[in-house]
């Protein structure tokens, strides 16, 4: 009679995130606000007071909304750590990688920080498009090594996409799960195919309404008022573009469009020319939408 194989869980306690943009910030404040050890790391010490600052302007107008104590602000507050040097990922059970979609600087990453970080520690990243499996291969321990992919803003989507690159063990997809759970998340698995589940389906979305601007469909204001009265969803695809960055989105078409090889998926040349012009959302302060000026203004 063979026996059930019996696979250990690696219990996450401590975890380190790699980034101090927009994602890198949001999943350091979700592990900090769940009671977890956090290490936020970026070569940019700007880039690392920028996001505690706006970690704990998040969590202040929780507190003044009522939605969080002032002492479960100060625990996680506590809980956060900044640094610019891997050293400090010393102790990290979980090293999550969320740095922009550039395959060759996440494996630049990845090689940097792994002569820092236990035998046990699990390697994730938060690419929103890039192949979990050929991410994996390029890593220490392919076996490890997943991905967990936050939606933007992470404190508030309950959402977490999983996705097991052809090496992943069970162990990690076990110990990934439990921990999903104690944040407070919903896990849904997706296959290792570009742009994953989610971003699959909403960015070409946002492609489209750029080529439904391009082609004078609509302006920018009647197409976000149209999806947004007409669809229901909180923000037009204008609006959440500028929001994930157009960068981000333009780099997911990419992978879409040179993965599958379907003519569909091409993305819009006037997406391209925001980027060209870096125009990339509000992180730059201008995109299909400016933000200089209160409310923002439609750039066409
Ligand atoms: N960071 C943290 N928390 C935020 C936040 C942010 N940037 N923006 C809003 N919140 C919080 C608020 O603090 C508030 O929390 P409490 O309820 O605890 O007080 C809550 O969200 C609601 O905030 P508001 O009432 O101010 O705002 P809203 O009702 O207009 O909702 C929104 C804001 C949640 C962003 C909503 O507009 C929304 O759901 N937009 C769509 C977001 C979306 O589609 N995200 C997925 C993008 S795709 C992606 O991320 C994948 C990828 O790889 C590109």
Redesign the pocket.
């Known amino acids: 009679m063979t026996r059930p194989v019996v696979v250990p869980v690696v219990e996450i306690r401590a975890v380190g995130v790699v980034g101090g943009g ?2 890198g910030r ?1 999943i350091a ?1 979700v592990f900090a606000a769940s009671g977890f050890t956090v290490v936020l790391a970026d070569v940019n010490d700007d880039a690392l007071s920028h996001a505690v600052k706006m970690i704990e302007r ?1 969590m202040q ?2 507190v003044d ?1 009522g ?2 104590t002032a002492e479960d602000r100060e625990q996680a507050r506590a809980n956060l750590t900044t640094t610019t040097d891997y050293a400090a990922f010393a102790e990290s059970d979980l090293v999550i990688e969320a740095v922009t979609e550039n395959e060759v600087l996440k494996n630049t990453i990845f090689r940097t920080l792994q002569p820092h970080i236990k035998a046990t520690t699990i390697l994730a990243t938060n690419t ?2 890039i192949s979990v499996t050929r991410l994996a291969a390029a890593t220490d321990r392919p076996e490890r090594f997943i991905g967990i ?9 309950k959402l977490v996409e999983v996705t097991r690159g052809l090496p992943t063990d069970e162990p990690t997809f076990q110990a990934v799960a439990a921990l999903a759970e104690r944040i407070g998340k919903r896990l849904v698995a997706s296959a290792d195919t570009p742009a994953f589940i ?2 699959r389906i ?2 070409p979305m946002i492609n489209e309404a750029v080529y439904a601007l391009y082609e004078g469909v609509g302006d920018i204001l009647a197409i976000d008022s149209a999806m947004k009265l007409g669809a229901n ?3 037009g695809p204008f609006e ?1 573009a500028d ?3 157009l960068d ?2 333009l780099a ?1 078409m990419r992978v879409l469009h040179e993965e599958l090889g379907d003519s569909k998926y091409r993305p819009c040349p006037l997406l391209a020319k925001y980027v060209d012009a870096n125009w990339l959302g509000k992180k730059s302060g201008r995109g299909f939408y400016d933000y200089a000026v209160t409310p923002a203004r439609p750039t066409r």
């Open positions: 927009q994602m949001g404040q998040d107008r929780r909304r939605t969080l929103s498009s992919h936050f939606m933007n803003p992470a404190p508030v989507m989610v971003n909403l960015i969803h909180p923000m959440l929001y994930i960055g981000t989105c997911v």
